[in-house]
């Protein structure tokens, strides 16, 4: 790992105001909300991404939204680390997960895509799976109801309702995996039950 090279954290969402509120978005409100934090504003990037750059204890982090659909979004997540010199183990994928009960966070490094084709999207173009994902609970869908519905339905009122609380815990973990590393993050996420 180069010392001075900056941080990704890519969120994985759908572009566009329909979506915005969509199960499958929550990758770009979790970067949303720690760019807030840091006072930061999305700009577009010449390569079909929304860019930010905030600081963490000195370390650079850019943070990033894909204008690709999400089944797309290695392609501009590629570009981006290219353009920018990050290397994969600073790479940082924000995503839904079906498997986790809704506002549960966990973070870790590799692993399959687990049914999540903006994961396999990212992995594919990149070679390698070796990179850190944060994966935020959505719960599974209602019985009868599609994956493919679900994901892109809107979250509950009450669901809205708690979303400030697991965004805020998402933030911090991911401010925790810069400054102090993977394990600290994973016992600050993982461990504890979202709020």
């Keep these: ?18 979506f915005r509120r969509t199960r499958h978005n929550a990758g770009f409100l979790a970067v949303d909300r720690l760019a807030e934090r840091h006072g930061a504003r999305f700009r577009r990037s010449g390569i079909a991404t929304m860019v930010t750059e905030i600081e963490v204890d000195g370390r650079r982090v850019l943070l990033a939204k894909p204008l690709w659909v999400i089944n797309w979004a290695g392609r501009p997540t590629a570009a981006l680390m290219r353009r920018r010199g990050v290397p994969v183990d600073r790479l940082v994928v924000v995503q839904d997960d079906l498997d986790f009960p809704y506002g549960t966070g966990r973070l870790k490094r590799g692993g399959g895509p687990g049914g999540h084709n903006g994961v396999r999207s990212v992995g594919d173009v990149l070679g390698t799976r070796d990179f850190v994902r944060l994966r935020f609970g959505i719960g599974r869908p209602p019985k009868g109801q599609s994956v493919g519905d679900y994901v892109l339905k809107s979250f509950t009122e009450d669901e809205l309702a708690a979303m400030p609380g697991h965004l805020d815990r998402c933030a911090d973990a991911l401010e925790t995996l810069v400054r102090l590393g993977l394990n600290r993050a994973q016992d600050a996420l993982n461990v504890t039950p979202a709020v």
């Design 1 to 18: 790992m180069t010392p001075d090279a900056p941080w990704l954290i890519t969120g994985l969402g759908n572009p566009g105001p329909w």
